[in-house]
Structure formats: C-alpha cells, structure tokens
C-alpha cells in the first residue's frame, strides 16, 4: 500500500474517539441541562397551577354591567369595571370576521392544544436577531391574559399565562374560547369586541361586515392606536390588506374576493366627538366614593352616578389649565428627548421600531409624540404612527434650540431616532415641546349652592392619578391674606385704616429661638397706606400688624368659620402670610363664603345614584342659601367683596378686569416663600373658582413666577368662556352698612369710631426727616400696647 495512503487510515481512530466522547459529553451536559430545566419547571408549575384563577366561570361567560359616571347633562365621563361591550354567542358572530381574525392572530387555533410550539419557536429566534421584543400568543393565551392577567412583560406572568391557557383548552371548547376572545378584546375607541367594533366605526352590525371591514376589525388587537382607520387611515389599510392576502393563504377567501376588497372603499362612521370628557379625575373620585359605600359590587351592578359637572365648564377648565401650564413650560430649559431609538434601514422595520417607540411614549392630549428623521439647527423633520412626515422650522424650534446646538450633550441632543412631542399652532405649523414637570389644580363651582362644575385635579391623570385639588396640602401664600382681614374687620378695622408697610424685625431675644425679618414679595416698603391699598398690593406687613391687631389665637378661630383646619393654620404671625397648608378645593369654598354673602356651604359633586333597573339609591338634598349655616354676617362679605374687587381692578390681579371687561370680578393672588406655589383664588357672584401651579416635589417656580402671572391666567381663560353671556351681577348693600365718602363702614366703625391707623410710629424708608405721620401728614401713635404687640410676636414661636 502507498505511503500517502497508510497515514489517513492510522489516524482515523484516535479522531473518532475524540469526537465521539465530546460529542457525548457534550449531549450528556446538554440532557442533564434539559432534565433541570424540566426538574425546576415542574416545580414552578406544581406550585403555581394551585394558585390559579377559576376558570369555570368563563363556561357561562357574560359581562358585567359597569358603574358609569355622568355630567349633569347626561354626559358620559368615565366607566368602570366594565367596557362598552355588545354580546354575541359564536353562532351569531360572521363566519368572514372569525375567518379574518384567525388568519392574523391564531391561523392553527382548531390544530394546536392551546400553545403554538412553532410560532414559539419562531418568536424567540426573532426576538435574539433583533433584539426586539415580538409574541407568539395564541387566541387561548391572549384570553388568559385579558380575562385574568395584566400585560406586565415578565417570565412569572408567562408562566402563569402557559398554565391558564392549559386549564382553559381543558374546560372550555374552541368554540367557547373564540366566543369570549370576540366579546373581550380591546379594538379602540373604547370599544370592546367585535361587535361594538363594527359599531363604533362602522355604524353597523357585526352580522352586515364586508371582507374589507373584517379585515380592517381584524388589524386592530395588535395595536388599536397604531391601526385605528379614524386616526391612522394609511397605517390601518396596509395591515387590511395584509390581512386580505392571509385569509387567502388560509383558504377562506378567493384571490378575487380578495382583489375585490382592497378596492372597497370603507365608510368610516365619524363620531362627533371621538374623546369622552376630559374628567377622569372626578370619574376617579366618583369611584371611590361609590365603591366605598357600596362595596366591589359597585362594579357590577350597573350603577349610574349623576353628577354636577357642567360639560362646557369642564371643557374649558381642562384647557385652560393645560394652556396655562405649557406657557410656564415654554419658558423652562429644554430637557431632552424623551426616549432614544436606532432607526433601521428597512422600511417596514423602521415602521415597526416607530410604533414600538410610540406605543411607549402615547399621546399626551395634544402633546404628540413623533421620531425625528432628520434634525438640524433650521430644520426637523419629525413621523407619527401615520406614517407621513413633519417638518418643523423657525418658530417652531424656539424652546428646543438647546438641543439642536452643537454643543448639546447626548441626553439633550435631538437626533434621528429620538422621540419628542410636537404640538399643532395652526394648520400648517407645528412646534416641538417637552412634558411638563409642573403640575396645576383647577375647580370651580356654584358659591350659591356649592355644586362643582369643573375640576382637573393635574396636568395629565395618566402621568399622575394624585388628585391636586383635594389631595394637594399647600401653603397659599397672599391668598389666606382676606380671611386675616376678615377677622380684622369685626375688631374696628376699616377699608381706610392706616396701616404702616415698614419693616419689621423680631431678634432672637425676642423671638427665644431664630430671629424673623419678614419681607414684602416686591422688597419695597411704602409706609402708610389704607387697608384697601395694602391688600390689593398684598403687603405683607400691613397683613402682620392687621394680624396683630386680630391676635393669633383669634385669626385661627376666625378662619375655621371659612372650613380651614385649625391645626393646618398654626396661631403664629406667619398666618398674615399663608404660612398654613390648604387644599384648592378648601379655598374655593372658603372663598364662596364671601360670594354668597356669608354662607358656609360643602362642595357637591354627586347629585344621584341609580341602578341597572333605574331605582333611585340616593340623591342629594336640595341646598340653598335659606338652608345654609351663616359662617359671617352678610355686611363681613360685603365689604370684604368690596376690598377684593379693588384687588382686580388696581391691585395684583388687575389683568381680570382689564381682560375680562366686566367688573364683578373679585380675588385674590397668591405667592409662597421662594415661589413654591402660585394662586389665585376668585369669584364672580355666580361662580368661584381657584387654580394652583406648583412641583410636587416643592421648588422654586422662577424668580419672576407669581400667582399673578401663573394661576391667575388660568382663572381669566376659564371665565372668559364661561361669563361670556352672564349680566353684569352686583351685590345688594346690607343692613349695618354705611357709605361715606366713598368707601364702606360697619355702622359702629365709621370715620372717628373705627380703628384709625396701626403701627404709625414705626420708622420706614423715605419717611420725611424721619418722622412717621399718619394720612393726613400728622404724627400718629401705635395703637395696640407693647406688651400686647410683644405677646403676640412670641405667639409665633411657641410650640
């Protein structure tokens, strides 16, 4: 034999034998590997399958009635523990919507046992090429997690979601399965099933379909919002029709069936208003209560819930709010992008990673959000889920002009791929903006009645279900201030008292602790001034001499009569100046109390409550101002309407009547320490309302942020569309009031009777040759005794 012939033949069994006992070590590993997989998942399951929901009830599937929310006009704002929903049995369901349905969510649903090992299989290899999450749910599993699961992404609700879809394909047929998969599903708009589906957008019976809308139906349970035909016309017809080319690989249409279809053109139902009301705060509130006296039950039993929310004012305070707060926010450093994605070259997966990213980062009212495609320091060319591209230019980049520097850092950068949120101004421009940190409150109601007529209780309930206006505890600042007057006035204080706006500074011996040199918001001091002056300018010292006067145990007191809490309003000096916590619904009604002439009436909100069948299970007492409890004397509002009307024609809210043209306006501005929070708090006779700006996390608004520049547009906007046909209303003058030169007197305070002028000896700046006089150029002592001014300083201190 050749030589070059022997050596392969040598060599042959050593490499054998080494191949051979790796290859077995390797199986070896590999099955021992298997075999504790198989050991750890059969624990897992034998302790997760007891644990399991029931299923049996599924066997007589049917819906549960919701409890619903409604405005006063019969409006619907909120539903829960049920969907709009139409049942039909399986029977009753068109063989072209089942057909359609299978063939892009589960076309082996009649061959698999409830888990598609293929499409599994299938999945995972996707997912670890491109590193993207993709599912391989079957019609059983996606029933399991609906019905039973959330749609949390994680190995522990998978396991459970595999172990359901087991336990259902034992209990129920393919048939019962497919039936409540069609009844449950969320297809948009919220709609729930097939057959409100086919109502919502088609105006019609799920029986009456065409091919071409099964298909459209079919596309949406995927991703409603990205394939809604209303919203995303061009995105919802690419999947139609590739629906239309399933159903012909499955059988179940022709190829001419199929060509006619994507030629039908479908009539979308257009519904006059796609959105329900914007009022989930109070539709959250509303569910609380109800479950709260009624129990889970309250889910189910069909209950009705009767509100007294005016649509129109609602509608109004939920833009004004957003409107007030995205100018603040204009104004506020650019941010940066909310999420950063890698755009592939591919056309059909760059759309995919697009409504991925999207589907993160949803609509936001009308903060949209877009990809950037191209991004330049002129131009930025922004996509939505519809696919048709946005440029954006000039104005439009004003707030995000430091992320398109070419200094911004990677986080503040604008680059294609990140996702911004892009704000319509007008037909044909757009803006790129941010969304807010800030956060707002608004509520308005009926100070004659108490009847709520609006509410938004934050910026986006999305973002935060925190309710601000009942759940906010906030100091309010300047806003407090009236109710400190209020008091004042029953001790012999007048609209024309002098009062000294000189600084004050209590040492630390004073004090026992730190030394306090309170400051006025603006830094200036003017002197002496009348009462009605210094309140429309919100002095702050004229606010602790009047609380002086008062005394600090007393002004607390006063204040409960408004439905303040006594310990969230401390006896100390810092009361003058709002140091206390409220929330705006607190103020709202204490600022009703002047509205309605003294009157102390508790906010209303729910009005009935009826069941599924209409029996009455409550309904609110009639409230009136001949039934409701006296908290001040009628002559106490009046002149301290009086005093806060003069707030908004001259003083820190002047903008109202000058906007508004109308001078039945009265109210206050509000601004805490250092910005924290801004207010305005105010009324006309027929309505009272209060809006909030300010950080959850409490910070610094700005330095030249106020309550007037903040809160107080807020309430303009508001009253703007709500007084637009309301007469000029004024208050009628009560006993025990008399008008002399001008300006109102408690009968027993007129000129020479009343408390003439407080704190006159102080020293100010720019006092002439250092002499402190009173209004008519005359020198003028301190009324109250030292002693009981120092009493009353060391108030502020105690514990």
Do not use: C
Request: charged fraction near 20%; charge should be neutral.
């Amino acid at each position: 034999m050749p030589a070059d012939s022997a050596k392969p033949v040598s060599a042959a069994p050593h490499t054998l034998t080494f191949l051979g006992r790796l290859v077995v070590a390797v199986a070896g590993l590999a099955a021992a590997g298997v075999a504790a997989m198989l050991m750890a998942l059969g624990i897992a399951l034998a302790v997760a399958y007891p644990n399991l929901p029931d299923v049996t009830g599924l066997a007589d599937y049917r819906p549960k009635l919701p409890l619903r929310v409604l405005a006063a006009n019969g409006d619907l704002m909120g539903e829960f523990g049920e969907e709009r929903r139409n049942l039909l049995t399986i029977d009753q369901i068109p063989d072209i919507m089942k057909q359609a349905v299978l063939s892009i969510e589960d076309a082996r649903f009649f061959e698999h046992s409830g888990i598609d090992y293929k499409g599994m299989v299938r999945a995972a290899l996707a997912n670890l090429r491109e590193a993207k999450s993709q599912g391989a749910s079957t019609i059983t599993m996606q029933v399991a997690r609906n019905v039973y699961l959330s749609a949390e992404k994680s190995y522990t609700r998978k396991i459970y979601e595999v172990l359901l879809t087991f336990k259902l394909e034992h209990m129920l047929s393919k048939e019962q399965i497919l039936e409540i998969y069609m009844n449950q599903i969320f297809l948009g708009q919220r709609a729930y099933g097939f057959a409100s589906a086919a109502q919502t957008y088609f105006g019609k019976r799920l029986q009456d379909v065409s091919i071409a809308e099964a298909a459209l139906l079919a596309g949406l349970p995927q991703a409603p919002s990205a394939y809604n035909p209303l919203r995303n016309p061009k995105r919802a017809q690419i999947r139609q029709r590739y629906i239309i080319d399933r159903m012909v690989e499955n059988g179940f249409i022709t190829a001419a069936q199929a060509e006619a279809a994507k030629k039908e053109v479908v009539q979308l139902k257009r519904p006059a208003k796609e959105d329900n009301l914007p009022a989930e705060f109070i539709a959250e509130m509303v569910r609380q209560a109800i479950v709260a006296q009624y129990g889970e039950a309250a889910y189910t039993r069909g209950l009705v819930v009767n509100t007294t929310i005016d649509p129109k004012a609602q509608e109004s305070a939920y833009r004004s709010l957003r409107q007030g707060v995205l100018d603040y926010e204009r104004r506020q450093f650019y941010r940066g992008p909310e999420l950063f994605v890698s755009l592939p070259a591919d056309p059909q997966q760059r759309d995919a990673v697009i409504d991925d990213a999207l589907s993160d980062r949803p609509d936001n009212g009308d903060l949209l959000s877009a990809v950037v495609l191209e991004a330049s320091a002129k131009k930025v060319v922004v996509v939505r889920q519809d696919g048709d591209p946005i440029e954006i230019t000039g104005e439009g980049l004003r707030p995000v002009q430091s992320g398109l520097s070419d200094k911004a850092g990677p986080n503040i950068k604008i680059r294609p791929g990140a996702v911004v949120r892009i704000v319509q101004v007008n037909e044909k421009s757009w803006r790129i903006t941010q969304l807010p940190e800030v956060e707002a409150a608004f509520v308005a109601l009926d100070p004659r009645n108490g009847r709520i007529a609006a509410l938004v209780g934050g910026f986006d309930f999305n973002k935060s279900k925190f309710n601000h206006v009942t759940q906010a505890w906030r100091q309010p600042g300047s806003s407090f201030k009236p109710f400190i007057y209020s008091a004042a006035l029953e001790k012999g204080l007048t609209p024309s008292t002098v009062v000294n706006d000189a600084p004050l500074f209590y040492s630390a011996e004073d004090t026992g602790g730190k030394p306090w040199e309170p400051k006025n918001y603006d830094g200036q001091f003017e002197g002496p001034m009348s009462v009605r002056r210094a309140l429309a300018k919100s002095k702050n010292m004229v606010s602790i001499r009047v609380l002086q006067l008062v005394g600090t145990q007393s002004a607390q007191e006063w204040a409960t009569r408004f439905g303040f809490e006594a310990d969230k309003h401390p006896p100390f000096l810092t009361m003058a100046l709002g140091a206390g916590s409220a929330t705006p619904l607190q103020m709202v009604s204490a600022y009703s109390v002047f509205a309605n002439g003294g009157h102390r009436i508790s906010p209303v909100l729910i009005t009935r409550v009826t069941d599924a069948r209409g029996h009455v299970l409550f309904e609110a007492p009639q409230i009136t101002l001949d039934n409701a409890p006296r908290a001040i004397e009628p002559r106490n509002a009046f002149i301290m309407s009086s005093l806060l009307q003069e707030i908004t024609r001259s003083g820190t809210a002047a903008r109202a009547q000058a906007t508004l043209k109308r001078p039945d306006l009265y109210g206050k501005t509000g601004t805490t320490n250092d910005a924290v929070d801004a207010w305005f708090v105010g009324y006309q006779p027929t309505l009272a309302a209060a809006a909030w700006v300010g950080y959850d996390t409490p910070r610094n608004l700005g330095s030249r942020e106020t309550g007037g520049g903040l809160a107080l547009p807020i309430w303009i906007s508001f009253m703007q569309d709500m007084l637009k046909d309301v007469p000029v209303a004024t208050y009628p003058v009560p006993p025990g009031v008399v008008n002399i030169g001008g300006e109102w007197y408690y009968e027993e305070f007129g000129p020479g009777n009343g408390v003439h002028g407080i704190g006159l000896a102080d020293p100010w700046p720019g006092a002439p040759n250092g002499t402190e006089v009173d209004a008519n150029g005359m020198p003028v002592a301190a009324p109250l005794p030292a002693v009981e001014e120092r009493r009353s300083i060391l108030d502020l201190f105690r514990n």
